[in-house]
Every structure is written in C-alpha cells, then in structure tokens.
C-alpha cells in the first residue's frame, strides 16, 4: 500500500476505465503493479533512457518535457488518476528525447511493458485493455503533437 491506495484499488480502475476484468484477471494486473514514489522535481524518466512502464498515477503532478535549441518545453503535465508513458519509447524499446519530471511529490503504480505483454498473450482480456490504454495515450500524444505545432506556428506568425 502506497499513501493508503491498495494495488487491488489501481487494478479495479484501470479494469473500470479499460476493460471489465474478472476476480482472476484482476490478480494478474495487481500482481503487475510495481508501487513507485518520487519527490518534487526527480526526473523519472530521462532522455537517453527507455520507457519500460505505463505508470498510473495516483497521487501528484508531472510533466513532460524536451529540449530544443537549449530550452525547455514542456509537452505534457498531468495528474492523480492518469495515466503518463513515453509511447514512442515504450512501443520501440528505444530510448527517448522525452523526459518525465516529478513537480510535487508523486505516487505512481507502473505496468511493466514486458510483463504486461506477457500477460496479454495469455488473457484476452489483458490484451483489450493494454491496447485501450496503448489507443487513448496515442491519440493523447497526437493531440499535444498538434498543439505543439499549432503554437509553433502562431509564435512564428507573431514574430
């Protein structure tokens, strides 16, 4: 129990939000969950490294951020009850330019990606809901892509 969530409470919202689970399968995904906990301003994830969790987050606030031409830009902020991953990351297993960055003290849940994968070979329903998740952060990420984009442009634009 991580600041008095319980694992089996994680594994009952994602299964609310993504897909119905069964007694069993919700044992599997709580047997998954991997409790983390980071302080204000640690770097969870750095650039160079590979996303290997789907972290669900159940209490506190991040981002996250790159670098571009020496500054800092802030892609994503989001907070308890939400998922944050770096997609690219995790789907190629190649390392990222994203970093995700802490900005209170945070509690997370991750899902290994490894073990998640395992699990959905043996469970349809772990499957559907790996991909329910996997779907929402894509169009997620597209969304905050676009804005990117939209700003850059406007800034371009105003200049």
Do not use: W
């Not at 994203?98 to 998640?116: K, S």
């Not at 329910?132 to 676009?146: F, G, N, W, Y």
Request: negative net charge; contains cysteine.
């Amino acid at each position: 129990m991580v600041n008095n969530v319980v694992t089996r409470d994680v594994a009952r919202e994602l299964a609310r939000r993504y897909r119905t689970l069964t007694p069993e399968e919700l044992d599997t995904m709580e047997r998954l969950l991997v409790p983390m906990r980071y302080s204000k301003g640690d770097i969870i994830l750095k650039e160079g490294e590979t996303c290997k969790y789907i972290y669900f987050i159940t209490k506190g606030l991040v981002r996250q951020f790159y670098f571009k031409n020496g500054r800092e830009v802030t892609e994503y902020l989001t907070y308890e009850n939400n998922i944050v991953m770096c997609i690219e990351s995790l789907f190629k297993q190649q390392p990222t330019r994203l970093q995700i960055e802490a900005l209170e003290a945070t509690t997370f849940y991750g899902l290994p990606r490894e073990e998640l994968e395992q699990a959905s070979v043996k469970n349809v329903n772990i499957e559907i809901l790996y991909r329910k998740i996997l779907e929402e952060s894509l169009i997620i990420s597209q969304i905050h892509a676009d804005l990117v984009r939209f700003e850059t442009a406007r800034s371009v634009i105003e200049d």
